[in-house]
């Protein structure tokens, strides 16, 4: 027969293989760090490893490194204006991106109609959200997106 410890162990490695299973990595490109401690509040509670960038140059690098590991990210969020010569818009637009499974979220002060209206075409798939950041707010909308597939 199986000891009460030897049960337990197996009970909490199952666990701690499970929530690994459900590890999600997160790529979040912003070249405002004022708002790193915001976004980590974010993902505070949800077992995601998160990836920073802070232009489409630096977040092009980080993605083809994945891509090289043979790993892709499930959340690529990003800001409209970036550090750097190239736009958010343009990152999720990139074949970079649509050849991965990496679901996009797009942020911007702008307002989300304009957005939609004047790149909706280029974005199919892009989730657009207003700034400011509503933790409690974006904590359902990107926690629905990562884990309910």
Do not use: C
């Amino acid at each position: 027969a199986e000891s009460k410890h030897l049960s337990v162990l197996k009970v909490a490695l199952q666990g701690v293989y499970m929530q690994t299973e459900e590890f999600k990595r997160v790529l979040i490109v912003e070249d405002d760090l004022s708002l790193k401690p915001v976004w980590h509040e974010l993902f505070s509670d949800m077992p995601a490893q998160i990836y920073w960038a802070v232009s489409y140059e630096e977040s092009i690098k980080i993605i083809e490194q994945m891509k090289r590991r043979r790993e892709d990210f499930d959340l690529i969020i990003t800001d409209i204006f970036l550090a750097g010569s190239g736009t958010g818009i343009e990152l999720i637009s990139s074949q970079l991106v649509k050849d991965s499974h990496a679901k996009t979220i797009l942020i911007s002060v702008a307002d989300k109609d304009e957005i939609l209206n004047e790149y909706g075409h280029i974005l199919p798939n892009a989730h657009v959200m207003s700034k400011p950041i509503s933790i409690r707010h974006y904590k359902k909308i990107i926690g629905g997106m990562l884990f309910n597939e």
